[in-house]
């Protein structure tokens, strides 16, 4: 479930207040956890692919805001929904790549989406595979 505007706003609150703090443009795992199969929710940046999410990160390393980084994404794809902003409980299976995102790590990982928020309330979606940007937790370049 993606998110603009308003509702993106009232999501970010909703699981600021239920799950702890993370950065708008960053999907966590529990602290401490970081493994495969760890169960995580967040607020943040998915794509449909790999390639999407590396795409992302370098409009970002050449100075693009977050907005700006997805709708040039998903621009040159031609499809309004290649990455985007959204609110998901997530089971973290495979980190696809490492990279430097301003002067820190991320990582590119394939998820399992299991639940999206819509701005009113969770529910559980079927299987859907994306490809997430995640920071990694203390370690900064």
Same mark, same amino acid.
């Given at each position: 479930? +993606?998110? /603009?505007? *308003?509702?993106?706003?009232?999501?970010?609150?909703?699981? %600021?207040?239920?799950?702890?703090?993370?950065?708008?443009?960053?999907?966590?795992?529990?602290?401490?956890?970081?493994?495969?199969?760890? !169960?995580?929710?967040? =607020?943040?940046? =998915?794509?449909?692919?790999?390639?999407?999410?590396?795409?992302?990160? /370098?409009? +970002? &390393?050449?100075?693009?805001?977050?907005?700006?980084?997805?709708? /040039?994404?998903?621009?040159?794809?031609?499809?309004?929904?290649?990455?985007? %902003?959204?609110?998901?409980?997530?089971? *973290?299976?495979?980190? !696809?790549?490492?990279?430097?995102? &301003?002067?820190?790590?991320? /990582?590119?990982? +394939? =998820?399992?989406?299991?639940?999206?928020?819509?701005?009113?309330?969770?529910? *559980?979606?079927?299987? !859907?595979?994306?490809?997430? =940007?995640?920071?990694?937790?203390?370690?900064?370049?």
């Amino acid at each position: 479930m +993606r998110f /603009s505007g *308003r509702t993106f706003t009232v999501a970010a609150a909703a699981v %600021v207040l239920g799950f702890g703090v993370a950065q708008a443009d960053e999907l966590t795992n529990p602290p401490g956890q970081g493994g495969k199969d760890q !169960m995580g929710v967040g =607020i943040g940046v =998915i794509c449909n692919t790999t390639e999407q999410a590396e795409s992302y990160v /370098s409009l +970002r &390393n050449n100075g693009a805001e977050l907005t700006l980084a997805v709708n /040039s994404v998903n621009a040159k794809e031609h499809d309004s929904l290649a990455c985007g %902003v959204a609110a998901v409980a997530f089971q *973290r299976d495979k980190t !696809m790549a490492t990279k430097n995102q &301003n002067g820190k790590l991320v /990582s590119i990982v +394939r =998820i399992n989406v299991l639940a999206g928020f819509d701005g009113t309330k969770w529910a *559980r979606v079927p299987l !859907m595979v994306q490809y997430a =940007i995640i920071e990694d937790e203390g370690v900064a370049i």
